[in-house]
């Protein structure tokens, strides 16, 4: 029912692009960046099978499903709530954790995270956007991280106020210290642990809860950008890209509302809690009734019921 309403909402006409001789198309590779994506996919699709069909220790499974939490944790609840969206205030012990997360997830550091992604949504969808979805599925997806960034988006990268991190030493470490930090939370430590906590192989250990936990959780996170800007209803905002997906919302745990977290992206819980699956609005939940965070910020009944009657496309909240 869902999918044949969706199809039925008709992009607004300012965002109708036209693929022939547009400027949107134009490519710059980036081919070191081809070259690793492109072997880290091959390697992931080489250890499903170990994952699937339980070819490694049970330890080992259960220790990658755990990864992929904390690593989503990392992007989701840190780079995207906290940093880009200061949706919440958060203690000095849960800002470490969401920091150091962040580098198992394999991600960017929180600057440079939030520098696109605040730059996403102030240009949402246009040529300024780092991934834009007007510039198609694949380029929103993994596209944008092999290309060179596009003239509009480094001269909108100098208008965007990062001040705020850049006056956290904390964030600032990160980012001075992001490769090696990525190596030793991504890859040292659930190598060593694997191997010396229950004697996995090195080869297990590399391909299960290192390689391809790295690459399903990029997809997952990419799948934000990619899916709930093509696939899904608009009941809040039918003017825009992003929709609400309950598909990426299960893989990313909790961050496919996305028509939603484009209406309120001041929201912590990035969707009507209550109505929708969010794992991660639940994990800020917790951390604020621990005393970990604060001053968590949402959208009224009333404010959400106002939008949805102005600019919602007529479908039912829940996706």
């Not at 780079?79 to 958060?90: E, G, Q, T, Y």
């Not at 092999?146 to 001040?163: C, F, I, N, Q, W």
């Not at 905002?237 to 509302?257: C, F, M, N, R």
């Not at 939603?260 to 209550?274: C, I």
Request: net charge positive.
């Amino acid at each position: 029912m869902h999918s044949r309403m969706a199809a039925e909402v008709r992009q607004p006409d300012h965002l109708v692009l036209k693929k022939k001789n547009n400027p949107w198309f134009e490519t710059d590779i980036v081919w070191i960046n081809v070259f690793l994506l492109g072997l880290a996919h091959l390697v992931a699709l080489y250890a499903l099978p170990r994952f699937v069909l339980f070819q490694v220790k049970w330890q080992t499974w259960i220790f990658s499903v755990i990864l992929y939490y904390l690593s989503t944790v990392g992007s989701n609840a840190g780079a995207h709530r906290l940093f880009s969206h200061r949706a919440f205030k958060a203690t000095l012990p849960l800002k470490v954790f969401l920091l150091a997360m962040g580098s198992l997830s394999f991600q960017p550091c929180a600057w440079s995270w939030a520098r696109d992604h605040r730059v996403h949504h102030k240009h949402s969808d246009t040529m300024a956007d780092p991934y834009s979805a007007g510039r198609g599925f694949f380029f929103a997806h993994h596209g944008w991280a092999l290309l060179r960034r596009h003239p509009e988006v480094l001269a909108k990268y100098k208008t965007v106020d990062m001040s705020d991190l850049e006056n956290d030493p904390y964030v600032m470490f990160q980012r001075r210290h992001q490769y090696k930090l990525i190596l030793l939370f991504a890859v040292a430590l659930p190598l060593i642990t694997a191997v010396y906590g229950w004697n996995e192989t090195w080869l297990n250990s590399f391909l299960v809860p290192v390689t391809l936990r790295v690459v399903w959780c990029l997809n997952c996170t990419a799948m934000i950008n990619s899916w709930s800007h093509h696939f899904g209803t608009k009941p809040y905002d039918k003017t825009i890209y992003p929709v609400q997906s309950s598909l990426v919302a299960h893989l990313a745990l909790g961050e496919g509302w996305h028509n939603y977290h484009h209406a309120f992206p001041w929201d912590y819980k990035a969707s009507e809690l209550g109505l929708q699956y969010n794992p991660m609005a639940t994990f800020i939940k917790a951390c604020a009734r621990l005393g970990l965070a604060y001053d968590l910020k949402e959208a009224s009944s009333d404010v959400i019921k106002a939008r949805i009657a102005r600019t919602g496309d007529g479908t039912p909240p829940l996706a």
